[in-house]
């Protein structure tokens, strides 16, 4: 029960932009891949609710805090890391464990590839995380590569979202407005 009432104001059971906070952490993301500190800004003001219950929940808060005081890119990208990984952290733990749906393998494009990491960082999918860092750097192989390496060879669940949000840094010097 505590861990629904966590959810229903946390997530959104079906399509990104539904109902719960889902949308907002996707304009965080698409926010920090830019460096778009405004933007940043405003959707952890959304994602601030002082309501939620449940495990990780805490660790959610913390992070949107971090966000929500970021300074500049990499701040930003620190931010989402530590939201990323405390909400895969309540979807490993949930009974039965949650999985976020993402783009499948081959990628057609270094975009969808970086979708389909942060949906293996929301279901706590190791394998899926490296097949998808793997595609990225098929796809983008401007990106730097030992970074990438770091984060195809990352083990734990916080090692990966902590290579995640290097990786958010280098988006960043393409992708800043
Ligand atoms: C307190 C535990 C908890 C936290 C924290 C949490 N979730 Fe969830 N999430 C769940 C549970 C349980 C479900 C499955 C039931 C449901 O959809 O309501 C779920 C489902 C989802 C789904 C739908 C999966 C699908 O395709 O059916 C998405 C997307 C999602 N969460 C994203 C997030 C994001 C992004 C965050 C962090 C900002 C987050 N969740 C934080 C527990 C949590
Ligand atoms: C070397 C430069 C470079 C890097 C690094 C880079 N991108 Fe891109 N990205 C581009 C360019 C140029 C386009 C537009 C052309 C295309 O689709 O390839 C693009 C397009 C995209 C798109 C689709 C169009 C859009 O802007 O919404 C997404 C999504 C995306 N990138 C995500 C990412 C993510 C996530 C990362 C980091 C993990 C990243 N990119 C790293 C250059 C880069």
Request: proline residues 6%.
């Given at each position: 029960?505590?861990?629904?009432?966590?959810?229903?104001?946390?997530?959104?059971?079906?399509?990104p932009?539904?109902?719960?906070h889902?949308?907002?952490?996707?304009?965080?993301?698409?926010?920090?891949?830019r460096?778009?500190?405004?933007?940043?800004?405003?959707?952890?003001?959304?994602?601030?609710?002082?309501?939620?219950?449940g495990?990780?929940?805490?660790?959610?808060h913390?992070?949107v805090g971090?966000?929500?005081?970021a300074?500049?890119?990499?701040?930003?990208?620190w931010a989402?890391?530590?939201?990323?990984?405390?909400?895969g952290?309540?979807?490993?733990?949930?009974q039965?464990?949650?999985?976020?749906?993402g783009?499948?393998?081959?990628?057609?494009?270094?975009?969808?590839?970086?979708?389909a990491?942060?949906?293996a960082?929301l279901?706590?999918?190791?394998?899926?995380?490296?097949?998808s860092v793997?595609?990225?750097l098929?796809l983008?192989?401007?990106?730097?590569?030992q970074?990438?390496?770091?984060?195809?060879n990352?083990?734990?669940?916080s090692?990966?979202?902590?290579?995640w949000?290097?990786l958010?840094v280098?988006?960043?010097?393409?992708h800043?407005?």
């Amino acid at each position: 029960m505590i861990l629904l009432l966590g959810c229903i104001s946390t997530c959104a059971p079906s399509a990104p932009g539904g109902p719960g906070h889902y949308a907002e952490a996707l304009l965080m993301r698409e926010a920090a891949r830019r460096g778009d500190l405004l933007a940043l800004h405003e959707a952890a003001r959304e994602l601030e609710d002082p309501d939620l219950r449940g495990p990780d929940v805490d660790a959610v808060h913390g992070a949107v805090g971090m966000a929500l005081i970021a300074e500049d890119g990499e701040e930003a990208a620190w931010a989402l890391a530590g939201i990323v990984e405390a909400c895969g952290g309540c979807h490993a733990s949930s009974q039965p464990p949650v999985r976020v749906g993402g783009p499948k393998p081959p990628h057609a494009s270094h975009g969808r590839a970086g979708e389909a990491m942060w949906s293996a960082l929301l279901s706590d999918d190791g394998l899926a995380f490296s097949a998808s860092v793997e595609d990225y750097l098929r796809l983008q192989p401007e990106h730097d590569v030992q970074r990438a390496h770091a984060a195809r060879n990352a083990s734990t669940r916080s090692e990966r979202a902590d290579a995640w949000g290097e990786l958010l840094v280098e988006c960043q010097a393409c992708h800043a407005l």
